[in-house]
């Protein structure tokens, strides 16, 4: 049975340079790509804040997509979190070019009584002793996934990310995160010890190179979904961990071929949005679209039969 | 109807030093790590040059492999070429402590009169003139491919390498040499650019990340095998290019399940490869061994049916 999806996170407005072009005031935020993406599988519901200038176009967007924003704060005291980046030739270096908390910066999430019994649950990247804060706001929920970043796990907060590390079930990192978090001589052994830090559920994420899920003993490996051309790579984390999370809340289950399509559907989904500045190409995507792109997966990696 | 397949490149002798321990004087070269995976699928024809040190032991053991050594001349005017390296903690990196090419700095390929019919036949990573005179010595093999390295595509031999890849079908490089030798945005531009410079199959060793095949239109990716500990690098480009080409000359034929079938034997064999010392693993692996690995990526990939 579809469960909804919770997703406590960053609302930003990005300016974004890329070689091919620049936008300003894009939506965007870890929290806005996330629950756009998983509006796809199911309902998710929104945690965070936005300040006075955050747009009724903008409200707009989250309601076409049934989002519900009632633990979406409007905090009239500032502006809303705006971030400024300049991507570099090959598209995976960038250089943040400035950093404007404003009214994120005294966030402190809030989960509505509503949200409190949901079963799914996203902790977005922000100050673990948040992510804890929210996760004793909840009433045990079946599965926590949560993403961190290289500021936290090698700053001083560590103590509170390896605290909060022992109290979800998933883990979404990028390769390099998962080697600042821990070591291993080779991909079985990082994904071990990343478990080994609490989380049964890891997913490394490695850009052009695709993802690996480990799943209790269980192996899986997604390729990255073979692009014409990256237009914009922000948003494409939170946008892979929102349709993986939406995939698994719609059904409803940790099974394994579950977390396997969620893999291939969080892909799908990261696709798209890369292929667009902000949220242009994903908030039109449909399900025929992702039904397509599905189809070609299974196509690039389904090994032929062994005839020896 | 299995095929033979030919291979020409170096027989050499290895001092490995790894983070795990060193050894002195393994067997190695190209055509020697080659020549053994490809024997677990057909027979293998070496043309290559050993000196005086040959040792009757490595001679047994190209035997035992049922490699056909008619092409494997020794030049009684020197020693047997030794590569010395250095493998860094990540055991991708190495430095080359020394190289000393002996005899095969006079090396010139001749391709015995009972070679030049066969329809496989594999340029290992030689002088781009010297793949070129191969060429001109057999009788319009079927498929043929090769190696190349950032020293002939920097250097002044490019001129060369440019003109043997008009005349070839296959194409096996590592991702750094892919992008040495021409651009793309995207993996699928890169593709489709290195098929233009003549070869229309196309492959890129991507290391720990697996590999991708083009072929013609196609394109097929296969993951790296999962193992516990890598013990010893050296050769596992060459016996995936091995497993490779010796499943396609089994099958002696062109169709993409053979190629994905020889992308994933590849893959395994190199999977054993770097699991001991030189020759030590590979040299003992059985057509069940295989299976077994096969198996596994057939698990580690595939694809659950989509519910939407």
Same mark, same amino acid.
């Not at 049975?1 to 974004?16: F, L, P, W």
């Not at 100050?127 to 929210?134: E, T, Y």
């Given at each position: 049975?579809?469960?909804?999806?919770?997703?406590?996170?960053?609302?930003?407005?990005?300016?974004?340079?890329?070689?091919?072009?620049?936008?300003?005031?894009?939506?965007?935020?870890?929290?806005?790509?996330?629950?756009?993406?998983?509006?796809?599988?199911?309902?998710?519901?929104?945690?965070?804040?936005?300040?006075?200038?955050?747009?009724?176009?903008?409200?707009?967007?989250?309601?076409?997509?049934?989002?519900?924003?009632?633990?979406?704060?409007?905090?009239?005291?500032?502006?809303?979190?705006?971030?400024?980046?300049?991507?570099?030739?090959?598209?995976?270096?960038?250089?943040?070019?400035?950093?404007?908390?404003?009214?994120?910066?005294?966030?402190?999430?809030?989960?509505?009584?509503?949200?409190?019994? $949901? =079963?799914?649950?996203? #902790?977005?990247?922000?100050?673990?002793? @948040?992510? +804890?804060?929210?996760?004793? &706001?909840?009433? *045990? /929920?079946?599965?926590?996934?949560?993403?961190?970043?290289?500021?936290?796990?090698?700053?001083?907060?560590?103590?509170?990310?390896?605290?909060?590390?022992?109290?979800?079930?998933?883990?979404?990192?990028?390769? $390099? =995160?998962?080697?600042? #978090?821990?070591?291993?001589?080779?991909? @079985?052994? +990082?994904?071990?010890?990343? &478990?080994?830090? *609490? /989380?049964?559920?890891?997913?490394?994420?490695?850009?052009?190179?695709?993802?690996?899920?480990?799943?209790?003993?269980?192996?899986?490996?997604?390729?990255?979904?073979?692009?014409?051309?990256?237009?914009?790579?922000?948003?494409?984390?939170?946008?892979?961990?929102?349709?993986?999370?939406?995939?698994?809340?719609?059904?409803?289950?940790?099974?394994?071929?579950?977390?396997?399509?969620?893999?291939?559907?969080?892909?799908?989904?990261?696709?798209?949005?890369?292929?667009?500045?902000?949220?242009?190409?994903?908030?039109?995507?449909?399900?025929?679209?992702?039904?397509?792109?599905?189809?070609?997966?299974?196509?690039?990696?389904?090994?032929?039969?062994?005839?020896?």
């Amino acid at each position: 049975m579809s469960k909804n999806v919770v997703i406590v996170g960053s609302v930003a407005y990005d300016d974004v340079e890329t070689p091919l072009g620049s936008r300003k005031n894009l939506l965007g935020g870890s929290a806005t790509y996330f629950s756009v993406s998983a509006s796809r599988f199911t309902h998710a519901r929104l945690v965070g804040v936005v300040g006075n200038d955050f747009s009724e176009d903008d409200r707009a967007l989250l309601a076409r997509h049934e989002i519900d924003v009632s633990g979406l704060v409007t905090d009239t005291s500032g502006d809303t979190f705006r971030w400024g980046g300049r991507y570099h030739e090959n598209m995976n270096d960038r250089t943040t070019l400035y950093t404007h908390l404003n009214v994120f910066e005294r966030f402190t999430p809030k989960i509505p009584e509503t949200y409190r019994h $949901e =079963e799914f649950l996203f #902790l977005g990247n922000i100050d673990p002793a @948040l992510q +804890l804060d929210v996760l004793d &706001q909840v009433a *045990g /929920p079946r599965f926590v996934a949560l993403d961190t970043m290289n500021f936290w796990i090698e700053g001083p907060r560590r103590e509170f990310l390896d605290k909060v590390l022992t109290r979800v079930d998933g883990l979404i990192v990028n390769d $390099e =995160e998962a080697k600042l #978090l821990t070591e291993g001589r080779s991909t @079985l052994e +990082l994904g071990r010890r990343l &478990q080994e830090l *609490g /989380p049964k559920t890891v997913i490394v994420k490695r850009g052009e190179h695709g993802a690996l899920l480990f799943h209790g003993e269980e192996l899986f490996y997604v390729p990255a979904y073979p692009i014409e051309q990256v237009i914009d790579p922000t948003g494409a984390g939170d946008t892979f961990a929102g349709g993986f999370m939406g995939y698994v809340a719609r059904h409803g289950n940790l099974e394994l071929d579950t977390m396997k399509g969620a893999m291939l559907c969080g892909s799908v989904m990261a696709s798209f949005c890369v292929e667009g500045f902000g949220l242009d190409k994903m908030s039109a995507v449909t399900i025929d679209d992702i039904k397509n792109r599905y189809t070609r997966f299974e196509a690039l990696t389904k090994c032929p039969a062994l005839t020896l």
